[in-house]
């Protein structure tokens, strides 16, 4: 859901993108997670380089339609995924997570943030120039206490049409 609101606003994204900003800073963003990963109420799923070739692999052998071979081709440019929940950890843990985070990402671009009945959801990432690809994809929810890191470049025309499919 939160990948298809980036593609939705990434053709607005880019014009309104206010001066382009820095880069990701994926390795702090990475250490952070490790600091915390263990701590009583974090849950961390991480796919490097060879769970994510592995995953490539086998859905090259299961891609018979133009939307999988898109969905593939997204997962192509992906070199890293992390996701973080930190909903049950304690109130105090969970504040300081979210400080360290917001300090990390204050010199990124973000792409979007979407308010709603409360909650935000902050996508940061790094868009081409051209605004067809995007690049080190953070998405946030402080109120739900998860954040997902996609590092890699993907190419928002795919990503697109594996939104449309899932769509139907």
């Known amino acids: 859901m939160m990948i298809m609101i980036v593609v939705m606003t990434a053709g607005t994204g880019v014009s309104h993108a206010s001066a382009r900003k820095g880069n990701i800073d994926t390795s702090a963003i990475l250490k952070l997670v490790e600091r915390y ?17 592995f995953v490539k692999l086998i859905a090259n ?24 929940d930190y909903d049950d950890a304690e109130a105090s843990v969970k504040a300081s997570f979210n400080k360290e985070i917001a300090a990390l990402l204050e010199g990124a671009e973000k792409i979007v943030e979407v308010k709603d009945d409360g909650d935000s959801v902050d996508i940061y990432g790094t868009l081409s120039k051209d605004g067809e690809k995007i690049r080190d994809i953070i998405i946030h929810v402080p109120e739900e206490s998860n954040i997902v890191c996609i590092f890699g470049t993907v190419d928002i025309e795919n990503l697109g049409a594996v939104m449309n499919a899932a769509d139907e």
């Open 61 to 84: 052998f299961s891609a018979d339609t133009p939307e999988d071979k898109a969905a593939l081709d997204v997962m192509n440019g992906v070199n890293k995924f992390v996701a973080v």
């Open 37 to 53: 990963e263990g701590k009583e109420g974090f849950e961390t799923v991480t796919f490097g380089n060879l769970a994510i070739g």
